[in-house]
């Protein structure tokens, strides 16, 4: 499995932006898809965004951070990127990075089919 590192969380105004980076070693990322989760309390986990490993980097959004969130990743640097703009109170949570087995093409949105995980970062909206 890799290790996973996630940082950047914080506290935040409604509207303001974060850049949460998820730091990835142990395995071949540039082989791997890559998640952000999300998990408020006294709710479940839920799929914030995904990036594959192949097709150039094909990219899957939750419909609630469309067109606010972007996530990337650089290769060289074995990490993932999440950009929250326009953040709402909602967005409110632990996120958590999540790495696919290297080399599998999976349905992004499902978290069973990650098998490593950060110990997730806290951000908090305040209105």
């Known amino acids: 499995q890799v290790q996973l590192v996630e940082s950047g969380g914080g506290l935040v105004q409604v509207g303001g932006s974060l850049r949460l980076s998820c730091a990835a070693s142990?395995?071949?990322?540039?082989?791997?898809?890559m998640g952000w989760f999300r998990q408020a309390v006294g709710k479940e986990r839920e799929f914030v965004a995904a990036?594959?490993?192949?097709?150039?980097?094909?990219?899957a959004y939750a419909d609630s951070v469309k067109g606010r969130f972007t996530i990337s990743r650089d290769n060289a640097k074995n990490t993932v990127y999440l950009q929250m703009n326009s953040l709402k109170p909602e967005d409110t949570a632990v996120y958590f990075c999540?790495?696919?087995?290297?080399?599998?093409?999976?349905?992004?949105?499902?978290?069973?089919?990650?098998?490593?995980w950060g110990q997730g970062t806290q951000v908090t909206v305040s209105s």
């Open positions: 999540a790495a696919a087995p290297p080399g599998t093409v999976i349905t992004m949105i499902r978290s069973q089919l990650y098998d490593s």
């Open positions: 990036i594959s490993w192949w097709n150039g980097g094909n990219t």
């Open positions: 142990g395995r071949t990322f540039s082989r791997t898809t």
